[in-house]
């Protein structure tokens, strides 16, 4: 997966999700933290970092495959840094999107409008 180079911005709910093209298995990997932020209507950055780190950690002790799917790409960040950044695949995102949680973590679902976005292919991105 090191040869990832077409990089994709969609907009789901007038909000960017960044999506990175896997040409070895041809497919989209998509940022979590933009999933993230879509589903719970977040803005703040930080705060949709942290719900991340928790839900992640909450699933980890659940031993949900959810997070053994999710993978680390680097993705170029507003100061032209690249960093490593959790991604989700087209079916990990819908998992997620439709996953009932426990202890306390809002449910997260994804509305029919955002599903048929992500149904749709992302064009090749050079």
Known sequence: MKDLQK?????????????????ANAKWWFSVLDIIAVLTNQDDYWKTRNYWKYLKAKLKKERSQLVSTTTQLKLTVA??????????????????????????????????????NLEHRIPNVE
């Open 79 to 116: 100061d032209g840094k690249k960093y490593k950044s959790d991604m989700l695949d087209y079916e990990g995102i819908i998992a997620l999107g439709n996953s009932n949680f426990k202890s306390g973590i809002p449910v997260l679902s994804l509305s029919k409008h955002q599903i048929s």
């Open 7 to 23: 990089l994709s911005i969609r907009f789901f709910d007038d909000r960017e999700v960044r999506a990175l093209w896997d040409e």
